[in-house]
């Protein structure tokens, strides 16, 4: 059986009419658990925070926090997958005033992916399903995820480890599960998530952790052109850290040297709590 | 207690690992009931399947009709809302191959609009909230619906009746739960809804009976400028049929004589099947 919790319960389903069913109304993090603690927790409270703060859901953060301390400690190791829902509502889109946000945690094992991806690098599926440009929406980890599922949706074969997509206007924007980073000239570089996309805390981790190592970095728009040019390129999410990215299309990169870098600097990322 | 199924049995809960609550991975309807028979049931099943076309969930709509129609026949009257989700699936984007799509069919009663909302008028609220342009999801009623939670969240004022919503171009679209027609020099006039909005079988019955009436009608790009400009403005939807707007901003309009002929067109629907 699989752990799941409902608001600090141990519990299975959930009440047809909560409004994370209806409208996708709330938010969620996948956040990496080991040895019965999260990982990157502060960054994950933090974008949930915002998260809760851009769609007005009174969520008690510090409640959460503990129930997810005890969720991950029962769980031991994995993925502790948290969704924090608006909660109940008659139907209609009006937000119930008060409401009692609700929030769903299931475990699962840690996803086993090929050592290949992080050690010589994958291979990009170039997706045409775009993200939309949404600012009030852009960068939140919110429930409303039909583009991912379309974009994922758009290739079979394994010799693809993730999908690039880009925005309604062609700008490369991210993973279908992952953030982008390129490398150019020795400048590290990140697409804006000011219009779309989900502002992954990897993503933070890693540009901290370039500051820290004196790497320069900028935080930009990227034309599809860029990103051929670069000289290297990565994924990055939470659960397998860095993967360098070989291939798009007939455009072959080497795994860089800033690369192998930074997936050391993040490979043992302990608790951060 | 209100009437709720699952997958065609009395239900009041749902798994927790359903895409629709993980993803918004599915679709919904909104259908009038009355003495038990669902109303415009064919435009609801046609948008419907559209709908699972586009997302490439496998619902069995004949099984999912016969199974509206014994729902609608227990409710008697007032409000069937039906969701299809692409079902339960592990953590991740990918939709499971195969899948088992999943209906929830809630019943709730009629609401209490006033009345004169549809004799005088109603004033809309200018959202700030604007839509996102998706071509791939527009039209669609599916379950990613944060911009219009977002959106009523905007008023809690009664004296605004809905809200006028516009694309992040500027381009006039909808109401927050309704379509919108603007009458120009006795054309008839419907946003496109080729990049965002919810092709509502409101609007879809509306521009029917306008043809078979003999009014010219136009389905194209709004301005906001235009919308001032217009004789007329209603809303509609499958709920209330059609209310003029009487006012927005400063601007305020006079009850037109197309509106008051298309409302008595569509006050009196019968079940269409």
Redesign the interface.
Known sequence: MTL?W?DGQP???????????????GL?E?IKVVRGRPELFDRHLQRLTLGCER??IPCDIDLLSSQLRAFSAELGGG?A?L?V??GEG??????P?PCQPRT?M?G?PL?HYPKAHAEQGVRLFPCT??L??????AGLK????????????EW?DPVFADGLMRD?SGRVIEG??SNLFIVESNLLVTPSLERSGVAGVMRAEVLEQARHAGVPTRIGDLSLEQLYHADEVFLCNSLYGIWPVRQLDARVWPVGALTRKLQRLVADLSSDT
């Open positions: 799941s409902v519990a299975a389903g959930l009440p047809i009419h909560d409004r994370a069913l209806a409208y996708g109304d969620f996948t769609l007005a993925v997958k969704i829902s608006r008659k139907r209609g889109y009006a937000p005033i769903v299931t699962s996803p399903t775009r939309a440009e949404q600012p009030i929406l919110h429930l409303n995820r039909l583009e991912q599922v379309l974009a994922r949706a079979q309604t279908v599960f």
